[in-house]
């Protein structure tokens, strides 16, 4: 503290006449080690400014990250954190949304969305990603409602991931909380949030007044388990509902359950929705859905992300990664016919999403490309293939 206290009348000095000492320190000193760190590691452009501000800004912004942490402080388009472990969602443009590398562990995230738009499946294909990667997942279904058959679709292995479906809402964030210090878990689901029913409630009567009853619980659950979630490295996903606040005028009426303490604490928050059907003739066979990054602590926010699900397979990666490409001009759309060089992928969309099922060589040059010009090429290309954690 004392140390930040000394140098920080440095930041107001004005840049014609710097303080004597800061700027004529030899390279090995305090200010050569903070200018490589930060323009290194968070992507400072600081050129215009004068020498005794430039430095001045990167002493500041080098204490800032050791005293709080990778991340902590960045400049807008700064993607990529190396610090941070990261899993994938399954959707490539969600995870270039999230940053490039999908959602932080160690963090409390929230999807939210209206029913039927995908939330509990994107939650259970991270899950499955987890377990893919090595990890342990559980998953507590507060709603009573997880079907085993379409997880294990997903690529969940039921097998293994432990399962608890509590009576009341502190029993459900009591087995987090203690699931959660074990430091053996790596993803907890908790579906949902709107689900997590108060003990007072449960033993009331019928159509008894709780007022705020559920926003306590959230609030006081939080305080207690984000510290412990950071040392774990566990992610934390809390599935929740949408609700409408009666009478507003102005603005969006709509609110998610379990007041502000959850909006509050967590690190990303993913507001996911269905904008159309995927038609096969007269048959559904999937929904297209728009996710938007509405908050992100570890990567610039409000990013969009489109992608299929489909009823029979969960997230849709290849055609993920078809818009993705075709936005990018690595691959060619002309008519209904998509090309990737001299190779024809297919006539219609879902004829090509199969081509690409079913040549996996080509999927993953064309997903190292779709990365790499996103990215840059600081990604490996053994990473496009499996999803697997960078970080780790």
């Keep these: 503290m004392a140390k930040a206290t000394l140098e920080s009348p440095e930041i107001t000095t004005n840049p014609t006449t710097p303080k004597s000492g800061a700027p004529k320190k030899s390279p090995k000193g305090k200010g050569g ?50 610090g ?17 590398r999908g959602l932080p562990q160690g963090r409390v995230v929230e999807v939210f969305g209206p029913e039927s738009s995908g939330k509990t499946t ?50 459900a964030l009591e087995i987090c909380e203690m699931l959660v210090r074990s430091n053996a878990v790596d993803i907890i689901v ?51 509902q949408l609700r409408e606040k009666i009478g507003v005028m102005f603005g969006s009426p709509e609110t998610t359950t379990g007041g502000r303490a959850l909006k509050f604490y967590s690190s990303v928050r993913i507001d996911i929705r269905r904008i159309g059907a995927i038609k096969d003739g007269e048959n559904n066979v999937g929904n297209r859905v728009r996710a938007k990054v509405v908050k992100n602590k570890v990567a610039p926010p409000f990013r969009l992300a489109e992608f299929d699900i489909m009823f029979n397979e969960g997230i849709s990666i290849s055609g993920d990664l078809l818009d993705l490409a075709v936005e990018d001009n690595i691959a060619q759309k002309a008519g209904a016919w998509f090309s990737y060089g ?19 060589d080509l999927f993953v040059e064309m997903r190292a490309k779709v990365l790499e010009s996103r990215l840059g090429p600081v990604v490996p290309v053994e990473d496009a293939e499996s999803g697997d954690d960078p970080g780790k």
């Design 84 to 100: 941070i472990k990261c899993v994938s969602t399954g959707a490539l443009s969600l995870d270039l949304a999230l940053g490039g």
């Design 342 to 360: 001299d190779i024809r992928l297919g006539q219609g969309r879902e004829n090509s999403k199969q081509f690409l099922r079913d040549n996996p």
């Design 122 to 171: 994107l939650a259970l294909t991270v899950a499955a990603n987890v377990q893919k990667n090595g990890g342990v997942a559980a998953f507590i279904d507060a709603e009573h409602a997880l079907d085993p058959t379409w997880a294990r679709k997903l690529g969940v292995d039921i097998d293994e991931m432990l399962l608890s479906q509590p009576d009341t809402g502190e029993q």
């Design 190 to 240: 908790i579906d949902s949030v709107a689900a997590l029913i108060p003990r007072a409630e449960i033993e009331g009567e019928m159509g008894d007044s709780h007022v705020g009853l559920q926003a306590r619980l959230m609030s006081q659950a939080l305080r207690k388990l984000t510290g412990a979630i950071a040392k774990s490295d566990c992610i934390v996903l809390f599935i929740n």
């Design 33 to 82: 080690k903070a200018k490589g760190a930060v323009e290194g590691k968070s992507g400072t452009d600081s050129s215009t400014l004068a020498p005794g501000r430039r430095q001045a800004l990167d002493r500041a912004l080098a204490q800032i990250e050791k005293a709080h942490g990778k991340g902590s402080i960045m400049t807008l388009d700064g993607d990529r954190l190396a």
